[in-house]
């Protein structure tokens, strides 16, 4: 409980200064401007003048919300103040600017996953009953599960006879009733243990991203999410991004290494999840992968240089099932890993899953979908038709080829303000941990506050005039100091944000906005004409709408229109994993999708280029940005 | 039976800013006249459909040391004044300029890496030459320009000259420079409309008014080029007259210096006979960029040979008639 | 123009059946809004839907073709006022007037200049297109006589003359030749409309001020003829750029069908001057004419003309590019720095721009790179080690530079290694990623 403190002020004055003279600590993030909302206290008696109620609901007003740093004491007044976290807190679940992504969806389908397991009482043979083994187990399926017609493969069938003597003819047999690629069976027998094991059924949904790998483990049974796991993808070492990696790929031994890189990476996640659950890999039986066509050629060693090179054909759009054994995924090796289906050379299984994802393709309203990754992907449309387009924006809001950037983990700088009259920032971080570096949702808000504050010009550069150690010259050009190496976790380096830095963040929101614009026009449709936009991406926990309007990502409408859906890629590939009706509908997805290629004209790189400046060349377009600039302005900012 | 033809006049919302060269004695300056230029509000010379106040100016191009690399039919045109800057200028007056366009070539690091102090003598120099209001241009190499033209705006303040280029990468000091001086600047930027747009808001949020302003948008000679500028003005202009403020400023383009640059206006030896005599071609090689391009925007021309400006100046005089 | 993608793939199937040869129903739609692809393509449209779709195809201006085949003058089926906005397609063609009453050799000698003339530019041969015949004594002989001359030599031709007899045997000189006639005007346009119907001939239409034109225009496609051509009787510079701004944008604004013709020019009418005759033209090849005559011949316009015809019918929807090469920047020396971008147009202006900016002369090389920026054309393979190596040595390169050192763009640092083993001779140097980190390598470099 804050303790009651009783202080005089001059009418006229502002809250925020009588909270100070009471010696309460209240931060100032935004340097008082009303722009963070994190100075909001509750008058609860007595009258007061708000200059600004920015963040604040009408409701909120109505029940006596006020920003300390904009609100005017006019008589007598009781405020509560409430404590920081608390403050903090409620702006994560007031603000709709900021949206927590779910985890999964959950499929609404009643249908079971491909894979089951069947505990099977078996009549051990006699004399007087001597049917194989196989055909004994084919017989009991049948009678028991109603599965018939069983096929199995030669390494199960060595195991068959041991199995089923081992625990008195009890067995658990995991049977894969068909894959999309032949759907009505015949029922294959992935494995055969001894006993009752049914309660490990586990399943894989995998992400194949080009700078994060993430893997869902999934228990197939009662179809829940047991645990995930992420990492950078082990190929960066050989190239950010696709191009790099295809180019990579073109050297002695390249193809084998690439591909080695990204199974030591999944299979180090796999045995990371299978440890934390006290499972082994030979209790995972099914495996989805999403992924961009590059990342999916290179996961199962097909040669992907025809993608980079005109016409950009790639071997295959929707690969075959195969087998974990022949592949060196750690799971069970009969276990099917099944790649999702992708569009062409730059559009691939993991757009199709996230549109699955999304919903868009059943649904009436004009959606936007946007994939923030390496490769930005597009893809507009609704039940009726879809149209994607892929910018390549650059793993920057990923947090790899910044300087100071990270994935969002731990330490990662997620939210900054600055203080446009000191130019000081207040920042947090991912967990409150001394930050180590800047994720993309950091990089969007530091960005934006750069920008607002006049640290940078609308072209991005920074002026080397301001009166701040925060703005130096660095060995790459001008650059802006987030954090002290003192304050760091590991306090050997600042964390800053460069003049390069900033131009490659530029060029990744410019492409994005500009695929907007033009996958928009080329259907003779207006931003303003989208009646929704979802987001999926690796931001994290969440992506500040408010920001990235500022700085131009996202086109500037009412909040309520975005939704940030979180790693759709993934969730999409656990949505086939659970259930063959989403299968089915991914592959008409991927059917029906038209691709459009952005370089074949002047239009792109024209939307490019306008977008390349903050907000946009065109501040008509963005009016709330203009606002703010203007009260910035007005309240003496630089 | 009378066909009734529908209306196509455009009701354009935008007008070109006007901006005004050169001051008078009573403004604070010593020019004998000003230059008006903008001001439309309807596409190049459309008279049936809006205003154009003002004339597009014709600027002469004159060098601060006479130039080596020129055309000899433009050396032969201009003869002995160009061994004197200020002599140039009053011949530039005379054939027909509207103002004088001064580069200072020689402060070039590589051609004679003259100074500021030199600049000043220069300007000083064109200025009592000529009662026209100027257009200076650095050499075109930062620092340098950075150098030689805030001397100019001190020794030209309140003149009202227009200084040049700002670029994007650099037009902090220029700009400050005109700030401080009273004077104009050209924005310079490579062929793209968003590029122009930009450079406009930069130099703007350094709080220049916008009627100082002039824009550049890089001028593609006849054959090469051409249409990518013309385009781009077509744009700027077509922006302009949309309502966009930050396309709204005039457009000066440098075709004198762009067409006397082309290899057929440049050479007679060894071309194809096809091509025609050579002073007519070189001729029309500018007067065709310039009229090109005054029919897709320009506020001002800066050219080169006293023919070209008097046949350009022709041509504005008819397109100025109303029909 | 016509309905946007979005538009047309509502009165499509739908199916997907990709028998049209693209993937959806979607992209063949976009592709028929672009004007790439015929419907006839799709086996699947309803008749409905042709009809709207036919309908909403039709070009605003009427394409009039004039000339034998193999040197044919196609003007018209404009879509666009300004040529950023898609492209302006059928070029105007040049003609040149000669008198049927000049003496026949100065005759012969004047239509073989024009017959003969061609000139290279940028790989595009360029030509004088056709003469316009005016009958000048007013005899039906001559008339026809020259005619048969200018036939045999195969030029496209415009017949100029007012008095239908004189018309009608330059006609029958000129059978299946499509000359156009000039003119029908309001008191012979019976005549002509039927010699234009009978000759299977494009017909000129005169009419001062829109709205005569457009009776005019009316009543003679009454009689049956479709392929006319627009002379609104203006001759100076302000007035014709008035009237065919006006009629350009009635055809393309408002759809307006009277008026939905190309239209003929005389700059010579204009102006004495011959100079200015030409800059005239000029101001025609920008706004709007489709026929342009010219009275004075003489490569020195013609030239820069025809220059300005191939810069304003350039398809602007390619990437502006510059052409490969070795540029100099500053005065360079032997000595100088070489560096080497791309041969997109901003990607070049801003290396060039930034190595000027350095005061530090220069040599640029430009490789082609089919005009993309160089992260996209290294991305699809137009930026590589192969096509720098190319570069190199075509352009001259050790000859004019003494060293061998060549500075490549920090973005493209992955190709050094095989860039290496394309020019064995070189030592390739890994320069800045952003050009405006240009000017502090070129002083290290040259310190
Ligand atoms: S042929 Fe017709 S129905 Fe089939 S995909 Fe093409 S447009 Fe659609």
């Known amino acids: 409980m804050p303790a009651q403190q009783v202080v005089y002020v001059e009418r006229g004055a502002l809250l925020q200064e009588a909270i100070e003279a009471a010696g309460i600590p209240l931060a100032l993030p935004c340097g008082g401007q009303g722009r963070c909302g994190r100075c909001i206290v509750v008058v609860q008696e007595g009258q007061v003048r708000r200059r600004s109620v920015a963040r604040l609901t009408p409701q909120e007003v109505e029940q006596g919300y006020a920003l300390a740093c904009q609100t005017l004491v006019e008589g007598d007044l009781v405020v509560y103040v409430p404590p920081q976290e608390e403050r903090i807190v409620r702006l994560e679940v007031g603000l709709a600017a900021e949206k927590e992504a779910p985890e999964v969806v959950v499929c609404e389908h009643e249908q079971a996953p491909w894979v089951a397991k069947c505990h099977l009482k078996v009549d051990p043979p006699s004399l007087a009953d001597n049917t194989t083994d196989f055909e004994r187990l084919q017989r009991e399926l049948v009678r028991q599960h109603g599965i018939t017609g069983l096929v199995a493969s030669l390494p199960i069938m060595r195991k068959l006879a041991g199995a089923l003597r081992a625990e008195d003819w009890e067995v658990t047999a995991v049977v894969e009733k068909g894959t999309w690629a032949s759907s009505q069976g015949p029922p294959r027998l992935v494995d055969i243990r001894p006993g009752d094991t049914t309660e490990h059924t586990l399943g894989l949904a995998i992400d194949i991203g080009t700078t994060t790998n993430v893997v869902y483990l999934v228990d197939l049974q009662s179809k829940a999410l047991l645990g995930r796991a992420s990492a950078y993808n082990g190929q960066i070492s050989c190239g950010e991004d696709v191009i790099s990696r295809i180019i990579y790929s073109q050297r002695p031994g390249g193809l084998e290494h690439l591909q080695q890189l990204v199974l030591n990476t999944l299979n180090g996640l796999i045995d ?3 440890a934390a659950h006290g499972a082994s890999p030979e209790d995972v039986y099914f495996a989805t992968v999403a992924g961009n066509p590059t990342m999916i050629h290179l996961f199962l060693g097909l040669d992907p240089r ?40 730059y559009v691939g299984a993991d757009i199709t899953a996230g549109v699955l994802r999304s919903r868009m393709s059943e649904e009436e309203p004009i959606t936007l979908f946007i994939d923030v990754g390496t490769n930005g992907e597009l893809v507009l449309g609704n039940k009726d038709w879809l149209i994607s387009c892929a910018c390549s924006a650059g793993p920057a809001f990923e947090g790899s080829g910044v300087v100071s950037g990270m994935r969002a983990t731990v330490g990662a700088i997620q939210e900054v303000w600055i203080n446009p009259q000191t130019f000081e920032p207040t920042y947090e971080t991912i967990g409150n941990a001394p930050p180590k570096g800047i994720c993309g949702s950091g990089m969007i808000s530091l960005l934006g506050e750069m920008f607002i504050t006049g640290v940078i010009d609308k072209s991005g550069h920074v002026n080397r005039s301001l009166d701040t150690p925060r703005v130096r010259e660095g060995p790459g050009g001008g650059e802006y100091v987030v954090a002290w190496a003192a304050e760091t976790e590991d306090k050997k380096r600042d964390i800053v944000l460069t003049e390069v830095d900033i131009q490659n963040l530029l060029r990744a929101k410019a492409a994005i906005y500009a695929g907007m614009n033009v996958l928009a026009t080329s259907v003779g449709l207006e931003l303003e004409d989208i009646e929704r936009i979802l987001i999926g991406g690796a931001f994290g926990k969440y992506i500040d709408i408010e920001k990235a309007i500022e700085i131009g ?41 038209t691709y459009l290629e952005l370089s074949a004209d002047n239009s792109f790189m024209n939307a490019f280029t306008s977008a390349l400046f903050l907000p946009h060349t065109d501040l008509e377009q963005f009016p709330s940005v203009r606002e703010k600039l203007r009260n910035v302005e007005r309240l003496g900012g630089s | 039976m ?78 002995d004044v160009l061994q004197d800057v ?23 690091p590589e051609k004679g890496n003259t100074s500021g102090e030199q600049a000043r003598a220069t300007v000083r120099k064109v200025l009592e030459a000529t009662t026209l209001p100027l257009i200076v241009y650095g050499p075109g190499q930062v620092d340098k320009d950075n150098e030689v033209l805030v001397a100019v705006a001190e020794e030209a303040a309140g003149e009202r000259v227009a200084l040049g280029n700002c670029e994007e990468g650099n037009y902090r000091t220029i700009v400050a420079a005109a700030l401080a001086h009273g004077h104009l600047v050209i924005g310079k930027t490579p062929i793209d409309v968003n590029l122009a747009k930009q450079l406009n808001i930069l130099i703007s949020d350094m709080r220049l008014d916008l009627d100082r302003i002039l824009m550049d948008p890089t001028t593609g000679a006849l054959g090469y080029g051409l249409e990518y500028t013309y385009s781009v003005m077509e744009r700027l202009k077509l922006a302009a007259l949309m309502g966009d403020s930050m396309t709204q400023q005039p457009m000066i383009v440098t075709t004198g210096f762009e067409a006397w640059r082309a290899k057929e206006a440049r050479v007679n030896e060894g071309v194809p006979a096809e091509w025609g005599d050579w002073t007519k071609r070189s001729l029309l090689w500018e007067t065709i960029t310039t009229m090109a391009l005054l029919e897709a925007g320009a506020n001002i021309v800066v050219m080169r040979h006293p023919e070209a400006v008097k046949k350009i100046r022709q041509v504005i005089d008819k397109l100025m008639t109303k029909a | 123009m016509g309905l946007s993608g979005l538009a047309i793939y509502k009165l499509l199937p739908k199916t997907n059946c990709k028998e049209c040869g693209f993937p959806t129903c979607l992209a063949f739609a976009m592709k028929l809004a672009a004007r790439q692809v015929e419907l006839s393509a799709c086996p699947y449209v309803s008749d409905e839907a042709k009809a709207v779709l036919d309908a909403a195809s039709a070009p605003p201006i009427r394409l009039v073709k004039v000339g034998p085949e193999e040197r044919k003058v196609e003007v018209g089926n404009e879509t666009v006022l300004f040529r950023h906005e898609k492209t302006f397609y ?111 001939a494009p017909l000129a239409v005169f009419g001062e001020g829109l709205e005569t034109l457009a009776e005019l225009t009316e009543k003679i496609k009454g009689k049956g003829v479709e392929d006319m051509v627009l002379d609104p009787g203006t001759r100076g510079w302000s007035d014709s750029l008035a009237a065919f701004t006006q009629l350009r944008r009635l055809a393309i604004k408002k759809n307006y069908r009277p008026l939905g013709y190309p239209i003929i020019a005389f700059p010579g009418e204009g102006t004495e001057d011959e100079l200015e005759e030409a800059l005239l033209a000029g101001q025609y090849v920008a706004k709007y004419a489709g026929f342009i005559v010219m009275d004075h011949f003489d490569p020195a316009s013609l030239y820069p003309l025809l220059t300005l015809r191939q810069n304003i019918y350039t398809d602007p929807q390619k990437p502006i590019q510059v052409s490969p090469g070795l540029y100099e920047i500053g005065k360079p020396t032997p000595e100088s720095p070489l560096l080497v971008t791309t041969n997109f147009s901003l990607t070049y202006f801003s290396v060039a721009g930034e190595v000027e900016g350095s005061g530090i002369p220069a040599w640029l090389l430009v490789a082609d790179s089919e005009g993309m920026s160089v992260l996209t054309a290294w991305a699809a393979g137009k930026f590589d080690a192969e096509r720098i190596a190319k570069a190199v040595k075509s352009m001259g390169v050790a000859e004019k530079v003494a060293h061998r050192k060549i500075i490549i ?15 064995p001779d070189w030592e390739i140097l890994v320069g800045p990623r952003e050009a405006i980190n240009i000017p502090s390598f070129l002083k290290q470099f040259a310190a």
């Open chain 2, 2 to 79: 009378a066909a009734s033809v529908p209306s196509v006049q455009e009701k354009w919302t935008g007008k070109v800013r006007e901006v005004t060269l050169g001051a008078l004695p009573a403004d604070g300056g010593t020019r004998g006249r000003t230059v008006t230029v903008g001001g439309e509000n309807t596409l190049p010379f459309l008279h049936f459909e809006g205003e154009v106040p003002h004339r597009p100016a014709i600027a002469i191009e004159i060098w601060d040391h006479p130039p080596e690399d020129w055309s000899p039919i433009l050396l032969e045109a201009w003869g």
């Open chain 2, 86 to 108: 200020g002599a140039w200028a009053k011949k530039a007056e005379e054939v027909g300029a509207d103002l004088i366009a001064l580069t200072l070539d020689s402060a070039h």
């Open chain 1, 272 to 274: 990371e999840l299978l």
């Open chain 1, 306 to 345: 025809h993608i980079r090179l005109e016409p950009h054909i790639p071997t295959v759009n929707h690969p075959p099932p195969v087998r974990a054994g022949e592949l060196g995924l750690r799971i069970h090796p009969e276990a099917t890993v099944d790649c999702l289906p992708g569009v062409g050379a």
């Open chain 3, 90 to 200: 059928h070029p105007p063609g040049f003609f040149y007037r000669l008198k049927d009453d000049e003496p026949a050799d100065a005759f012969a000698a004047r239509l073989e200049a024009v017959a003969n003339y061609g000139v290279e530019r940028v790989g595009i041969e360029l030509k004088a297109d056709g003469i316009a015949l005016q009958s000048a004594a007013g005899s039906a002989d001559a008339f026809g006589e020259r005619a048969a001359q200018v036939v045999s030599a195969g030029l496209p031709l415009v017949l100029i003359a007012d008095d239908p007899q004189v018309m009608e045997a330059g006609l029958k000189a000129a059978q299946g030749m499509a000359p156009l006639i000039y003119a029908a005007n309001a008191e012979n346009w019976e005549t002509m409309a039927s010699l234009a119907a009978q000759y299977g």
């Open chain 3, 409 to 423: 763009p920090g973005y493209v640092s992955s190709i050094s290694g095989e860039l290496e083993d394309e020019l």
């Open chain 1, 553 to 593: 990502l996202l086109p500037d409408m009412p909040w309520d229109r975005f939704a940030y859906l979180g790693n759709t890629s993934v969730q999409g590939a656990y949505l086939c994993l659970l259930c063959p009706e989403h299968r089915a509908m991914v592959r008409e997805i991927a059917s029906k999708m």
